[in-house]
């Protein structure tokens, strides 16, 4: 099956830094990516939807200048949360569209960050 | 927009026996519903999907069913084994173009051998 990468899988920082988050389609391209939050207990919560050669659509309520998304390739999206603060702290997921599969969404492992 | 409303929130079965997890959603225009499983700190797993034109599919001990009349579709799993312990969420498209898909709100299944 297709394989989506994230990187790093676990990332700790202290406030006022900005961290990136690396999402990878390994075998197969991706127009579209999404970028999920996940918080304890909770369900994935979509941030947006990053697509390749233009600009990331954002979810209401997500701040499109802290959440800095670039998809440059059809293989690659980046996250940068830009001055973190703890309560950004989460655990950030990304997910791939295969390009000739039209519905299936395959998810990466996932970045747990933690914000001090 | 998709509303997604997922029940029971939590469920505890004995191995062997069957687990029925329910979601209903909102837009009439939806025509694809995908289940996902996810185990604690890991990504979410599809393990099955159906789309609006059948209103049943099984792959062995898994199966979903949708009716589209009163919106709402249902994953049902039978001869239930400690490794079905997980949290499994249901999704369905959001209007509005990407494929993009809005999540239950899951169910917590704790298999007891």
């Known amino acids: 099956g297709a394989v989506v990468s994230q990187h790093p899988s676990r990332v700790i920082c202290k406030s006022g830094t900005s961290v990136k988050i690396e999402c990878r389609s390994l075998?197969?391209?991706?127009?579209?990516m999404f970028w999920y939050r996940q918080f304890p207990k909770q369900s994935l919560m979509l941030m947006a939807t990053s697509n390749e050669g233009s600009k990331a659509t954002y979810e209401q309520g997500v701040e499109k200048d802290k959440f800095l998304i670039n998809h440059a390739s059809l293989t690659l999206s980046t996250l940068t949360v830009t001055s973190a603060h703890p309560e950004d702290s989460s655990f950030y997921i990304c997910s791939a569209r295969d390009l000739f599969e039209s519905d299936t969404q395959y998810f990466g492992p996932g970045t747990r960050l933690t914000v001090l | 927009g998709e509303n997604v409303e997922q029940h029971p929130s939590t469920l505890s079965v004995q191995e062997g026996d069957s687990a029925v997890i329910k979601c209903t959603y909102s837009d009439s225009a939806s025509n694809y519903f995908p289940w996902y499983k996810q185990e604690l700190g890991k990504r979410p797993q599809l393990i099955i999907d159906i789309r609006s034109n059948v209103g049943e599919k099984k792959d062995q001990r898994i199966a979903v069913t949708l009716n589209k009349t009163a919106k709402h579709f249902s994953l049902h799993i039978t001869e239930t084994q400690p490794e079905d312990s997980a949290v499994y969420f249901c999704?369905?498209?959001?209007?509005?173009?990407?494929?993009?898909?809005?999540f239950g709100t899951g169910t917590k299944l704790q298999v007891i051998p």
């Open positions: 999704a369905a498209p959001i209007s509005g173009g990407y494929q993009k898909v809005t």
């Open positions: 075998d197969f391209q991706a127009t579209t």
